[in-house]
């Protein structure tokens, strides 16, 4: 498989882009930010681009990918809808839209949150936006789509967040996640089991749709 990753240096990219990269079936990750990673793999390929809401520049570098694991994504805390709307909704359609016109036979993976609003109606702004996304992606023509809406996530290989009160909050709650893992191992996922959940979601190619915790962490395990 040849994928492309955008946000793979916050906490959920780099565990699917470790994933990839250990993942014998795969053969090129394309990575897709505005800033490179200080990484080299002979499997790794990086494109630098500037203006996230604007690809017709390189549009041939992104053709012939099998999957797209989209995990950039930001706080809502301190923004306005509107705000919100253009770094969440704007910014993922700016990229998936030309990716499943030249993609056809594409499998992308969105990663949302638990609570997300698929009726567009709920007081929650955030999850408000979210399941607008969430729905614009289903109407694009990719072979599949699969939204995934993890809860609480244990960061393990080195994964760190880019949110530093999320920083925070792990390392305050580091001593107690392997114990929880172990009693609730479906609710409490961790950056490997998305890893591997992204990639057999891939493999598989459908039929996609909403997974929550529980089913991405049975989605994770090996095939």
Known sequence: MKVIIFGASGMVGQGVLRAALLAP???QVLLVGRAALELRHA???QLTQADLFDYSAVTAQLQAYD???FCLGVSSAG???AQYTRLTYELTLAAAQPLARFNPGMTMVYVSGAGTDSSEQGRSMWARVKGRTENALLRLPFKSVYLFRPGAIEPLHGAR???ASYRVLYALMA???PLLRRLWPRAILSTENMGDAMLNAARLGG?????ESGAIYNLARPR
């Not at 039929?207 to 997974?211: E, F, I, N, Q, R």
């Open 79 to 81: 923004m306005n809808e």
């Open 43 to 45: 499997k790794l390929r």
């Open 67 to 69: 999957a797209c694991f």
């Open 25 to 27: 079936d795969v053969e």
């Open 207 to 211: 039929p996609g749709g909403v997974l």
């Open 175 to 177: 001593p107690l996640m």
């Open 161 to 163: 967040s880019k949110t």
